[in-house]
């Protein structure tokens, strides 16, 4: 079933305080700097939304599970999980970047040297939960998907927008984007 609008909002402002993985901000906070990061670098409002949702998944399967974290050594797949939620309510557009930023990392680490030595330890430790750094033969593979370059600007700003305090427009604003695009 799809999420209206305001479900996506009240679940962020709930949700969205807990503790972003081993990070040193909250879901929301890490959600609003990365859309914050995209908009500021001229992005479309669909990669804007893409990058304010990209970690949504991660909200919905804490709301389903019994515990917020998924066992350390299983990945919770939250790329896919947002997906059903958001699919009628957004275009693949905002959809496919979402689907693939945790492809663009791996796809980064191999074709850009020094990119995972500038991973969180978080991202680090992630990344080998999610198949490690793609082979030759993947990140071929990956670059000739639709909107994997939308992705790959998406995961840079994801990578970026981990700053404890950091001052970024309010949710409010991110909701008049998400409207702009939605369906």
Known sequence: MALSLNDIVLLLQTRGEAQYGQEAVSQLQHALQCAHLAETAGERPEVVVAALLHDLGHLLAAEQAASAEPPPDQDDLHQFMALPFLRGVFPDSVLAPIRL???????????????????SPASKASLEQQGGIFTTAQGEA?????????????????????????????????RTVMESVAL
């Open 142 to 174: 990956f670059a000739r998907v639709p909107h994997s370059l939308s992705a790959v600007r998406l995961r840079r700003y994801d990578d970026l927008a981990k700053v404890p305090g950091q001052a970024v427009p309010d949710l409010g604003h991110y």
């Open 101 to 119: 930023h945790v492809d663009a990392k791996r796809y980064l680490c191999l074709i850009e040297a020094g990119y995972w030595t500038r991973l």
